[in-house]
């Protein structure tokens, strides 16, 4: 067999972006265009919330989830490592309306030629950002982000609005001014959240292009 046979199915250091933002700024739907522009593979930071299968279903609700101990952000930096390496990963699926992982089930995630890193606190962690050729924030107001987290968490996370604003005032506001807002000075390029989406894309990928990072 060949050394060429022998390497991973992807073996360059891909580009690895991170993506932050308080909940609601817009970040992930900006991950997700520029996932499909790029050709990228996207990794979530919510897919590594902590299980909280050992407490009671009315403990864990009462958990704070902005808190940066809540993301296992060691497993995150072990699994960017990996497929900065050209390795795969087994990807934790979490259930958010139990808060809970799955049991003995995971995601196998190759690396394409771009990773995107994307989460509310992706840009606070030294060790992921060690790890980062670029690094994006998203800027929004805290009255637009209550609004869309409202709109996806009812939606998309089985939970009620008195719930979401409950925890949107005891715990995200408060740590996303603690945390998510300073880790805005990380960033390689800050883009509005109220802007359109097409001039957010074109901002971060002419800063790409000008920094040398894409062909």
Request: with cysteine; charged share 20%.
């Amino acid at each position: 067999m060949s050394t060429t046979e022998q390497l991973p199915l992807y073996h360059h250091r891909p580009l690895i972006l991170g993506i932050g933002g308080c909940s609601g700024s817009g970040k992930t739907t900006l991950a997700r265009e520029l996932t499909g522009q790029l050709d990228a593979t996207l990794l979530p930071l919510d897919f590594y919330y902590r299980d909280l299968g050992h407490l009671l279903p009315a403990e864990r609700a009462l958990q704070n989830f902005d808190h940066p101990d809540s993301i296992e952000s060691d497993l995150l930096t072990q699994h960017i490592e990996a497929l900065a390496n050209g390795q795969p990963i087994d990807r934790p699926i979490y259930d958010f309306p139990t808060h809970t992982r799955v049991p003995d089930r995971t995601e196998s995630i190759r690396a394409t030629k771009v990773l995107i890193v994307e989460g509310i606190l992706a840009l606070h962690y030294e060790s992921l950002r060690k790890l980062y050729d670029f690094s994006i924030y998203v800027n929004a107001p805290h009255s637009l982000c209550l609004t869309r987290r409202l709109h996806r968490d009812i939606r998309e996370r089985g939970r009620t609005e008195s719930c979401v604003r409950q925890q949107y005032e005891a715990t995200a506001r408060p740590m996303a001014d603690l945390y998510v807002l300073p880790s805005a000075a990380h960033a390689s390029v800050t883009v509005e959240g109220t802007d359109s989406l097409d001039w957010s894309v074109e901002q971060v990928m002419q800063r790409l292009h000008s920094a040398a990072l894409l062909p």
